[in-house]
């Protein structure tokens, strides 16, 4: 009796170990974990155990993120790049901060006003400027921005050069945000938003539109006699990254309650492209990497270097070099350094196998 | 607006113009060898406007107080456009040539990369100079003035002298384009590059030299502009943007269009400024967003004319 129920216990562990295996090997595992690991990071930080400043510093990283994965798949997938994501961003945060604050609606509507708002301006966008070329775009993109900077900084809706700021705070979801909040709760409906894309991201990748627009990128004429749309696969790609672009911005706004016309510079812009090319165009954790080395490294390690303090701007520099670096010499990115790495160590263990074998039974086994 | 003042705004219009059309020449001459669109253009201009502000302004007037002030400043600025033209040959030896046969995406990714670079390096380099950076001064500061009935047209003389520089300068490129040997190697490389160095051009310096007169075309607009500005990072931003919009509406695929596009521009701004007011919305009016009327006509000319003005369709083979 003993025996048996022995046994089916350990068949149960066995199946329930193998039942864990499959769901690890699951691409969307990895994901799960960091979803987990950041809001128990949260959780646990929140009672005190860390500083806010440490665990400020992670929310801008991970909106930041969010634009950089759209921006990958329209780089790294439909091979198109857009100047224009600062001041996509700083639209959200804008539209939001309009509707909540001088229209009154609720932020949840709110929210949905700008994502509507950003499919209608990326179709309208995407398509007059992709219909001759793909490089029309990063220009046209480039012209959006400008504008929408200038009309930041002179619309009366805006507030001007003073920026617009939520003087009651801001309330979504049950979440209560404003600027001194410590430990901001925006952070959930972050993380949330942020796994949600990451998914939506890879599904897209691995699905047939992502290899139709990779298939794109590698010729277009060749593309298109195999019955491809080219507008179709391009338009989509610009709108996800415009949508995930809006919607960062609107969680900005919502996170800091704040909002400054000069934050939407083009610097911004040629940062997330930094981002995304630094790590890797065709990864999501490169695209993570890439993100951490170029805001989050700035907050980190940067700002504690004497050069960096005196010098306020030369992180550009930094990030300027690392883009063209990467771009002309390692297309891979930050990402393939492991997997790089990795062959490299198999092939000098291999090597010192072989080595040791000739020494210890001769040449001629 | 009576006519006075409209032609007043209208010399006004050609003034931006000028460098403008500079700046818009420099990027289609870049476009037409290397194959891509240089970012970094208005970047290069800004370093020759630091370098030309700092040079007189931090050396020349200190250490040549009792020379004349005029040959100062023509010096100072034949330096800025000797920088400008160093830069472009360093960018193009150093960078694009390495990536040539790669595709339009890439280069432009390091032409965004450069943009990236310069912006942190030109404060590095100039320290704080940012913060009280003086800007060039204009050495005729006097006006011109034509009396029409009881009002002026004023002509400042700065103004006239940059439209008259700006002519001549992309006059004499348009002569070398057709006449000189250059000229030739650059509509050949334009036409194809590798039938061009099949033939025995030699590709590789018509385009580093091409970057090079480009650096200097921009430099020469970005210092015209920086007279009448404060020299910053962001000084040539809108120019750039401008130039890209001035290239698309007349069309990428020849010289004289994108110049005839740099003209446009700032005349529509000029018309749009006049006109947006006038449209109102309840109490407040349009007026503050006269650029923004200008951005969006630019699309609709290229939604209904996606090869620009002039622009001609390339048939491509497969």
Do not use: C
């Not at chain 1, 170990?17 to 691409?27: D, L, N, R, S």
């Not at chain 1, 938003?193 to 890879?202: K, R």
């Not at chain 2, 004289?256 to 529509?268: D, E, N, Q, Y």
């Amino acid at each position: 009796m003993m025996q048996i129920l022995k046994k089916q216990v350990q068949h149960t562990l066995h199946r329930a170990i193998e039942y864990v295996k499959k769901i690890a090997k699951h691409p969307f595992f990895p994901i799960l974990v960091l979803g987990v690991f950041l809001i128990l990071l949260q959780i646990i930080g929140s009672t005190g155990v860390i500083r806010p400043s440490l665990l400020n510093f992670i929310s801008p990283v991970l909106i930041r993120f969010m634009v950089a994965l759209g921006f990958m798949l329209l780089l790294g997938y439909a091979g198109l790049a857009s100047l224009g994501t600062a001041g996509f961003m700083g639209l959200g945060s804008y539209l939001l901060g309009y509707l909540y604050q001088t229209v009154g609606m609720p932020a949840e509507v709110a929210f949905l006003v700008g994502i509507a708002t950003a499919l209608v301006l990326g179709i309208l966008v995407g398509f007059i400027s992709l219909r001759v070329e793909g490089m029309y775009l990063a220009i046209v993109t480039l012209g959006l921005g400008e504008i929408l900077k200038n009309f930041f900084l002179n619309s009366p809706l805006t507030g001007g050069s003073n920026g617009m700021r939520l003087f009651d705070g801001i309330k979504m979801l049950g979440l209560f945000s404003k600027t001194s909040t410590v430990y901001n709760p925006i952070y959930y409906i972050i993380v949330v938003l942020m796994i949600l894309s990451m998914v939506w991201i890879l599904n897209i990748i691995n699905s047939p539109t992502g290899r139709a627009m990779l298939s794109i990128k590698n010729s277009t004429s060749a593309a298109q006699a195999m019955g491809i749309s080219i507008m179709k696969y391009r338009l989509s790609a610009f709108l996800i990254a415009t949508l995930f672009a809006v919607t960062a911005g609107m969680l900005q706004m919502i996170r800091t309650t704040t909002s400054y016309p000069n934050s939407w510079g083009i610097d911004l812009s040629l940062n997330v492209l930094a981002a995304v090319v630094i790590g890797g165009t065709k990864n999501i954790w490169g695209v993570l990497i890439g993100t951490f080395i170029v805001f989050g490294l700035k907050d980190i390690v940067l700002s504690r270097i004497p050069f960096f303090q005196t010098y306020n701007n030369a992180h550009l520099m930094f990030s300027g070099i690392l883009i063209i670096l990467v771009v002309m010499f390692y297309p891979g990115g930050v990402v393939r350094l492991f997997s790089d790495l990795l062959s490299f160590f198999k092939k000098i263990s291999a090597k010192l196998n072989q080595s040791w074998k000739e020494y210890r039974y001769g040449k001629d086994l | 607006m009576d006519l006075v003042g409209i032609i007043n705004r209208l010399i006004l219009a050609l003034a931006d113009a000028a460098p403008l059309a500079l700046v818009t020449l420099a990027i289609v001459l870049i476009f037409r060898t290397s194959f891509t669109t240089n970012f970094a253009q208005g970047m290069i201009a800004t370093s020759a406007a630091y370098t030309v502000t700092v040079f007189y302004n931090r050396y020349l007037v200190i250490h040549y107080p009792d020379f004349n002030i005029f040959l100062l400043m023509m010096f100072a600025f034949l330096t800025g456009i000797v920088v400008g033209f160093i830069i472009g040959v360093l960018i193009d030896t150093i960078l694009i040539r390495k990536s040539r046969y790669s595709n339009i995406l890439t280069k432009q990714m390091i032409t965004m990369g450069l943009v990236l670079f310069l912006m942190g390096l030109l404060p590095t380099i100039f320290f704080k100079a940012d913060l009280n950076m003086p800007s060039i001064p204009r050495f005729f500061t006097d006006n011109i003035k034509i009396a029409v009935g009881d009002k002026f047209i004023v002509m400042q003389q700065n103004n006239l002298y940059s439209i008259i520089t700006a002519t001549v300068v992309i006059s004499i490129v348009f002569i070398a384009l057709k006449y000189t040997k250059w000229g030739l190697g650059v509509r050949s490389t334009a036409s194809n590059e590798k039938v061009a160095s099949m033939m025995g051009v030699n590709t590789k310096m018509i385009t580093a030299l091409s970057w090079g007169i480009a650096g200097a075309l921009g430099s020469l607009g970005g210092i015209m502009y920086a007279t009448t500005q404060t020299v910053t990072v962001a000084l040539m931003t809108e120019m750039q943007v401008n130039g890209f919009l001035a290239a698309i509406l007349g069309g990428f695929s020849t010289f004289f269009g994108p110049v005839i596009g740099a003209i446009i521009i700032p005349i529509l701004s000029l018309i749009s400024y006049i006109l947006s007011p006038m449209i109102k919305i309840g109490d407040s009016d349009l007026g503050v967003y006269y650029k923004v009327f200008v951005y969006l006509i630019i699309l609709i000319v290229i939604l209904i004319k996606p090869i620009g003005l002039f622009g001609k369709k390339i048939a491509k083979k497969v």
